[in-house]
């Protein structure tokens, strides 16, 4: 589904991710984990189509197609999702119009039908009990605005769960979460989970990934993926912390 | 200097004017014609404001002033049917109380007058019947000195509209003042008298409309009382003004204590447009609300001044001025807040906020605010940019196309504003006509 070949990105002149290789199929979870810093986030970003960086080298290929071609909407388009670490606050509209208008561009884009009013509202009222949100945030409140953070990351799980994304890119949906507000958004993921779609969680602890249970684990440091596994690597991440990975990969002994 | 000369010698032309003007206003009580010459001597002695002005700095009227407008003094009448003015004019879904003015003149056929428990119709009417009501208000209100146009609209002045809601009753239905311009090269000063009596409660909507291809220059001033205990809000519409449609309004309020003022402005089309709205606290416990929306394109200069007096305690006032600004534009916001040393637990807000959508537009935002007393709450805050980058990057990463996301940021932008109304069929047809404007760029 996701194929990233020596990816090289940076942000004025600094480079931030140093060749990311990755390849993701449909229905497999992806976590990846690394310290602050590391580029993560960064990496999250480019693959929504955010602007701020400069693609200096390699390709991403999504479904066959050239990621990096795409403007931010195309990707949407073609089924990316992007839940945001710190999501915006759009005063003067309410979730469910901003919905309403990016469910009609994205069946215009791909020539489908219009989804009529009413089946709208079903399909909102459906994934808002299936992501535990209160209908009043989505429907009578601007997006995000006032929220408390839990809020904030629960609405960006339930906009994917009405956008049905193949790719949905986590970027630290646990920050900031407490563990109930981490329980019912992991759920949420889990729950839209299957064969035919992906996810990839970005994480700097291993406590999401005791709910949203990788297939695959990497780590990334200082703008590379230096090690892969499986959920044992991030045990043994949480248990030891990054820096006998730092060590490991500045090519500096362990003690 | 030419320019100071040329306004000058258009001073005098007005003062002779004024001299015609006397010649049929016979119907007038002395004390209405001793209030005229007392405002004339005072437009003379401060002649036309010109940039040199404090208050005037970034809004010139030099255009107007020598544009060889004449003065509207005589009622016209327009091809316009009553029909036509509901299906064009009008807000869609709202009845009730019209009053039309045609250059400031009452026009009987076009209005249509529901009384109750108002008393609506012709000022000129009313300033003739000697109505206590009206005598104890009008030219008492706004003050002449050192306003020029105010003081020359006290001076000649023809009819306007009036508007007394009696004590202790509301007004259901919104009562509608339609200020329509027709013809060319005309000025006309017409005034507004609205007396909200003590716990009353009333919506008034003003529309401005050029129902010509003409220069129309309305200066127009209203004075508005708000009794103790009454709610007033005030609408006012300047959206289908066309290009070559002038406006200097100087509108001034007088609230009592309990009293709430509420008065949003849209402006999208004109030449110049310049909105004063005044507020003073008589009374304690006053709550006063100015909202401003400004949508301009083209070379259309829009002018808000405004200034909230807390002259009483334990008083609240909020503005939210809000403009989209695009081509040429010019949009001039000047907030002046009072706080008087009388006037303690004091919570004045004042918010300017502009996007700029091109290159060539303008905006000159002036918050004022003079404190005298100490215990007071007070802030403001302007800001002047462009759409946020990663608001429009968060919508476009959820299938919005950068127009769309645009469109639907700058309407949520404008529309907290409109939000403000609480006419819920004006406030849906206002935010429909502004989705449509920006649609369209």
């Not at chain 2, 056929?109 to 008393?119: D, F, K, P």
Request: aromatic share 6%; proline share 2%; charged share 20%.
């Amino acid at each position: 589904m996701l194929e990233i070949k020596n990816l090289k990105v940076s942000v004025e002149d600094k480079e931030i991710l140093k060749g990311i290789n990755l390849s993701v199929n449909a229905g497999e979870v992806h976590a990846i984990m690394g310290p602050n810093g590391s580029g993560k986030s960064t990496l999250a970003s480019v693959l929504a189509g955010r602007e701020d960086y400069t693609v200096t080298e390699g390709t991403v290929t999504f479904e066959g197609q050239d990621l990096l071609e795409l403007s931010a909407e195309a990707r949407a388009w073609a089924g990316i999702f992007l839940a945001f670490q710190y999501p915006v606050e759009i005063p003067g509209i309410t979730t469910v119009t901003f919905l309403k208008t990016a469910i009609e561009e994205i069946r215009k884009a791909r020539g489908q039908e219009y989804l009529s009013a009413k089946d709208f509202l079903a399909m909102m009222r459906e994934k808002a009990k299936l992501v535990e949100i209160d209908t009043k945030l989505i429907m009578e409140r601007s997006v995000n605005e006032g929220f408390s953070g839990g809020e904030k990351k629960r609405n960006e799980i339930f906009q994917m769960a009405m956008l049905e994304p193949k790719l949905a890119l986590l970027d630290e949906t646990d920050s900031g979460l407490d563990i109930d507000a981490l329980r019912i958004v992991a759920n949420g993921v889990n729950k839209l989970k299957n064969a035919n779609n992906a996810v990839i969680v970005v994480t700097h602890y291993q406590r999401l990934l005791d709910y949203i249970v990788p297939d695959f684990v990497h780590v990334l440091y200082n703008g590379r993926i230096v090690k892969s596994g499986t959920k044992e690597l991030a045990m043994e991440l949480e248990e030891k912390g990054y820096d006998w990975i730092k060590a490991e990969a500045d090519g500096v002994p362990t003690v | 200097m030419t320019s100071t000369i040329d306004i000058a010698s258009e001073v005098t032309g007005w003062v002779g004017n004024f001299e015609m003007l006397k010649s049929f206003s016979s119907g007038l009580a002395p004390e209405v014609m001793a209030l005229r010459n007392t405002a004339i001597r005072e437009f003379e002695r401060l002649g036309f404001p010109t940039t040199k002005h404090e208050e005037w700095k970034y809004t010139s009227i030099r255009g107007l002033v020598t544009g060889s407008y004449a003065p509207a003094f005589r009622a016209v009448s327009t091809p316009l049917t009553a029909a036509e003015l509901h299906a064009r004019v009008l807000p869609a879904g709202l009845g009730g109380t019209v009053i039309v003015l045609v250059n400031g003149h009452f026009d009987a056929a076009l209005s249509s007058i529901q009384a109750g428990t108002l008393q609506v119709g012709s000022l000129k009417a009313a300033l003739e019947s000697g109505d206590v009501a009206v005598m104890d208000h009008y030219a008492q209100i706004a003050a002449n000195e050192g306003h020029a146009l105010v003081a020359l609209n006290t001076a000649i002045a023809t009819d306007g509209a009036y508007i007394r809601i009696l004590a202790n009753t509301i007004s259901t239905e919104p009562i509608m003042v339609v200020h329509l311009g027709y013809g060319d090269q005309v000025m006309s000063n017409a005034r507004t008298l609205i007396v909200a009596e003590h716990h009353s409660e009333a919506k008034v909507i003003e529309i401005w409309h050029n129902w010509s291809d003409g220069k129309v220059w309305e200066n127009h001033v209203s004075e508005i009382v708000v009794g103790d205990g009454a709610h007033l809000e005030l609408i006012s519409i300047q959206n289908e003004v066309g290009e070559f449609f002038s406006l200097t309004h100087f509108a001034q309020v007088h609230q009592g204590t309990g009293s709430t003022f509420r008065s949003t402005v849209m402006s999208s089309q004109g030449n110049i447009i310049r909105n004063n709205v005044q507020a003073l606290h008589l009374g304690t416990a006053c709550n006063t609300y100015l909202n401003g929306l400004t949508l301009l394109n083209g070379n259309t200069h829009v002018d808000h001044h405004t200034l909230v007096d807390h002259a009483q305690p334990h008083c609240y006032s909020n503005e939210t001025y809000k403009s989209v600004l695009n081509g040429h534009s010019t949009c001039v916001f000047n907030g002046k807040v009072m706080v008087r040393p009388d006037a303690q637990k004091t919570n004045a807000f004042q918010s300017n906020k502009t996007l700029l959508l091109s290159d060539g537009a303008t905006v000159n935002t002036k918050p004022q605010l003079e404190i005298f007393a100490d215990d007071v709450k007070c802030s403001h805050g302007a800001t002047t940019g462009r759409l946020d980058e990663t608001s429009l990057f968060y919508m476009r990463s959820r299938g919005l196309s950068v127009g769309k996301a645009k469109a639907l940021l700058t309407y949520a932008f404008g529309a907290e504003v409109l939000a403000q109304i609480s006419i819920p069929e004006l406030r849906e047809s206002l935010q429909a006509y502004l989705l449509e404007k920006l649609a369209g760029e």
